[in-house]
Antibody, heavy 120, light 110 residues
Framework: EVQLVESGGGLVQPGGSLRLSCAASGFTFSSYWMHWVRQPPGKGLVWVSHINGDGTTTTYVESVKGRFTISRDNARTTVFLQMNSLRAEDTGLYYC?????????????WGQGTLVTVSS | QSALTQPASVSGSPGQSITISCTGTSSDVGGYNYVSWYQQHPGKAPKLIVYDVTKRPSGISDRFSGSKSGNTASLTISGLQAEDEAEYYCNSYTTTTIVVFGGGTKLTVL
């Protein structure tokens, strides 16, 4: 059974930083693209970033470029999202998502999310 | 890359069929057969229900079906049931290799 467990969310002031983690199990972690998707309170889904299986390819939505960094540790089957220079509009529930073997594959499995609140 | 366009809400009575549209451009929906649909109940994580425009994951009811014409993809739910009441999102791969979601459609079963 695929399991994705996010952690690291919390309340942070504007301009601050957080590091989200997603511990994965139940599949061959290094073979899959992994994604982060966020959902602002009461709003829709927004894709944030993805990373390929060996960590050599990363992509970001325009609004987080230069502030967020996605990475992975295949030995620990964990994917991370380092978030710097946080803004109020970054507030939301952040989901860790398993993709497929290719970056165009669908989002098969979702974690339960970790809540990030950016507020003074 | 702009979000895909979905109607904010649709409704139908039990047993009826409804269709939710998802409109993009030739750089996303129209350019690739990589459109997916997700169902999200309140307080729950999204769940994949249709992928690659028309395919269903194992365990998903055949009451859910997908199609595409030009730059618009569609999700049809037939034989509406009370449990289908949820938010539905489409997404698509794009020419810039990022992923875009639609704004979401709230389905109300009357």
């Amino acid at each position: 059974e695929v399991q994705l467990v996010e952690s690291g969310g919390g309340l942070v002031q504007p301009g601050g930083s957080l590091r989200l983690s997603c511990a994965a199990s139940g599949f061959t972690f290094s073979s899959y693209w992994m994604h982060w998707v966020r959902q602002p309170p009461g709003k829709g889904l927004v894709w944030v970033s993805h990373i390929n299986g060996d960590g050599t390819t990363t992509t970001y939505v325009e609004s987080v470029k230069g502030r967020f960094t996605i990475s992975r540790d295949n030995a620990r089957t964990t994917v991370f999202l380092q978030m710097n220079s946080l803004r109020a509009e970054d507030t939301g529930l952040y989901y860790c998502v398993r993709g497929g073997h290719y970056n165009w594959n669908p989002f098969d499995d979702w974690g339960q999310g970790t809540l990030v609140t950016v507020s003074s | 890359q702009s979000a895909l366009t979905q109607p904010a809400s649709v409704s139908g009575s039990p047993g009826q069929s409804i269709t939710i549209s998802c409109t993009g451009t030739s750089s996303d929906v129209g350019g690739y057969n990589y459109v997916s649909w997700y169902q999200q109940h309140p307080g729950k994580a999204p769940k994949l229900i249709v992928y690659d425009v028309t395919k269903r994951p194992s365990g998903i009811s055949d009451r859910f079906s997908g199609s595409k014409s030009g730059n618009t993809a569609s999700l049809t739910i037939s034989g509406l049931q009370a449990e289908d009441e949820a938010e539905y999102y489409c997404n698509s791969y794009t020419t810039t290799t990022i992923v875009v979601f639609g704004g979401g459609t709230k389905l109300t079963v009357l």
